[in-house]
Structure formats: structure tokens, C-alpha cells
């Protein structure tokens, strides 16, 4: 019943900045904990960030840590993600999620409840 909904991908050069967002419907936004995803074809899909549902908590993959910032609007249900200094291997299809503690998007990500249809993020050299 949740539906979960990416906007933001595009085609940007290597150094460049371009922001994620995801748009949540209902009040159950509130009670989950939101974070992205992303994967390239022939991979497994890749752990990038996740928020706590109050905000004040946040988890970056390894490989994106210092270059990407994940928040949220309660108000309006929306996750974000900041991309800074992108590379060509942070091109994959980003994919928002949501469930509801933090530690399934860390540890067992099979196990997220709801996920959104995938926005493609290409970046060139």
C-alpha cells in the first residue's frame, strides 16, 4: 500500500552534483525508515544510505561516504539524496526503499518491505 516513487536521475560528467528524490504516499511514511539502493546490471544490488524514520540517524555504504548525503522531509514525504563529486562507478539504476528499522537496509535488504520503480544515474568521463 505503500508507493514509493524516484525522481532526479540523469546524464552528469565525473565531479558533478545531481540530488535523488522520493516521493512517499500515506501516512505510513512516518514509520518507516527510508534509504536508496543501487544496482548495475550482471550485480548485486549495492547498499548506498538509509535515514531513521525521525531523521536523526543516517548509514552510508562504504563506497559513498563523504560524497553522498541522505534527509528527509516529513512534511512533505520525501527522501532525498545528495550526490557530490560522482564518478562513472556511481552509474546504476537508484532505487528508493522502505521498512520499517534501519537495520534490515544494512544487513538484510531481501527483507525491505517496498521499493520504488528505479531512477537511472549515468555518469561520464
Known amino acids: 500500500q505503500v508507493q514509493l516513487v524516484e525522481s532526479g536521475g540523469g546524464l552528469v560528467q565525473t565531479g558533478s552534483s545531481l540530488r535523488l528524490s522520493c516521493g512517499a504516499s500515506?501516512?505510513?511514511?512516518?514509520?518507516?525508515?527510508m534509504g536508496w539502493y543501487r544496482q548495475v546490471p550482471g550485480k548485486e544490488r549495492e547498499f548506498v544510505a538509509v535515514?531513521?524514520?525521525?531523521?536523526?540517524?543516517?548509514y552510508y555504504g562504504n563506497s559513498v561516504k563523504g560524497r553522498f548525503t541522505i534527509s528527509r522531509d516529513s512534511a512533505e514525504n520525501t527522501v532525498y539524496l545528495q550526490m557530490n563529486s560522482l564518478k562513472p562507478e556511481d552509474t546504476a539504476v537508484y532505487y528508493c526503499?522502505?521498512?520499517?528499522?534501519?537495520?534490515?537496509?544494512?544487513?538484510?535488504?531481501?527483507?525491505?518491505?517496498?521499493w520504488g520503480k528505479g531512477t537511472l544515474v549515468t555518469v561520464s568521463s
Open positions: 526503499a522502505a521498512d520499517g528499522t534501519v537495520a534490515t537496509f544494512v544487513s538484510l535488504p531481501h527483507d525491505i518491505e517496498h
Open positions: 500515506g501516512r505510513t511514511f512516518s514509520t518507516k525508515a
Open positions: 535515514i531513521s524514520l525521525s531523521g536523526n540517524g543516517a
